[in-house]
């Protein structure tokens, strides 16, 4: 296969128009979310220059809200607005452009090398200059330390830098929106830690970060805000400190727990 050119013109010449500028301050609001045996009225509205966490036990509904939040997935009740717009009124252009997903175990169809793969993370911004393409695609394998394997196959990918591949997928389309289930999971510490800087980094520059966590203290060492749900039901929501509460801990997840360290490097100790 030959390499993706996201920055082509169209086949009649001419570069397709721009999205029109979303509406509105950008927030990102799950409004009375409902879908059968998997959601139960959630609402909640997410601001952007924040990292927020989704918690919550196995099939608590954490991956089908951050698919709802990201328009893969219809709920059977409310809706999902970006700024001022339901999610689905959105032309697809502009919602490629603001939202980037990361689902939990993303597919790659074909075995192209690293940089084709990162490279589709642009095709959004198809007829772009190819000057920002390129610019965009570098970040990206840059922020997640790939510059050595952009000519790579993917196939020969270990498991962790195959997600960090994907990620930096992402991370090219520039998105106003990063949402990432499970992102840490096959990462090293270092690359780990990388990552969750690059979030915090995005955040700072105004972007919504929103993260599915396992790890409660990733969560709780990282996040600005933790939604924390149980059998599709939203249980808690606040700081990491009020959402991830011990008593919240034992009723939600059914252990005793405390916790440990300072703000910003506090550990999780389970009492067996």
Known sequence: MGPVRTGDVSPEGQAPPPAPPLKGRGELAADNLSLANRLSSITATLCPGEVTAICGPNGAGKSTLLACLA?????DAGEVTLGISPLPALP???RARAIGYLPQTPEIAWDVSVETLVALGRIPWVGA????EAEAVAQALAAMDLEAFRHRPVSRLSGGERARALMARVLATRPRWLLADEPLANLDLAHAAR???QFR???AGGKGV?????DLA???NHADRVL???RGALVADGSPATALAAEIIARVWGVTAHWLGEPGQRALAVDL
Do not use: F, N, R
Not at 71 to 75: E, Q, W, Y
Not at 210 to 214: E, I, P, R, S
């Open 228 to 230: 924390v749900l149980d």
């Open 201 to 203: 980094e995005a955040a």
């Open 210 to 214: 929103v993260l599915v966590l396992h």
């Open 71 to 75: 328009g893969l997935l219809t709920p």
């Open 195 to 197: 990552l969750v800087a």
């Open 92 to 94: 697809p252009q502009l």
């Open 129 to 132: 200059p190819a000057g920002e």
């Open 218 to 220: 990733q969560a709780m």
